[in-house]
């Protein structure tokens, strides 16, 4: 079965300006969890959704958003961007009957100029 | 909030020769550890996990180890394969059937060398 899929793969924009970066779960899968990797910090967990609701948040500040559609679809947004923004941004799904986190997503590679 | 230290950093290993991979917590309400390989260009990939009512736990090459009393668990890899060199991050996290939040290692880059 096809994986998590996230789009765009590269980004590159400027500080101050916003991003949205989108991804795609695994069919049936409702939750999806967003993670931010850089070499300083490594893997930290940015939030989760589930049914279109935001069930868990990491310590990241306001200008980091999510959204969940009806299909599960789910987005990501990042406002007023920062230099420190520059990062991995993976997201990974799962089932409802999951209790652990399986693979995650190829990742979007944002770069702010 | 939780907390995971990872060790080592970086791993050289000849092929055929074994690797581990050590990693603490410090919650101990956690109560599942799964282990990530991550290739370049691509997202982690689940290699192998386990729940703290077991102890070890063995698929092929790959088995974990957990002590729960000392806040340990452990990654082994018996027999590399150029193919095993990629970072490799452990995990916790506490399974309350509510939200999930993975809390990760630092990563291990394991260089398995011919």
Known sequence: KAGVTQTPRYLIKTRGQQVTLSCSPISGHRSVSWYQQTPGQGLQFLFEYFSETQRNKGNFPGRFSGRQFSNSRSEMNVSTLELGDSALYLCASRSLRDTTQGDFGPGTRLTVT | ?114
């Open chain 2, 1 to 114: 909030g939780e907390n995971v230290e990872q060790h080592p950093s970086t791993l050289s290993v000849q092929e055929g020769d074994s690797a581990v991979i050590k990693c603490t917590y410090s919650d101990s309400a956690s109560n599942y550890f799964p282990w990530y390989k991550q290739e370049l260009g691509k997202g982690p990939q689940l290699i192998i996990d386990i729940r703290s009512n077991v102890g070890e736990k063995k698929d092929q090459r790959i088995a974990v180890t957990l002590n729960k009393t000392a806040k340990h668990f452990s990654l082994h890899i018996t027999e590399t394969q150029p193919e095993d060199s990629a970072v490799y991050f452990c995990a916790a996290f506490i399974l309350t059937g509510g939200g999930n939040k993975l809390t990760f290692g630092t990563g291990t880059q394991l260089k398995v060398e011919l």
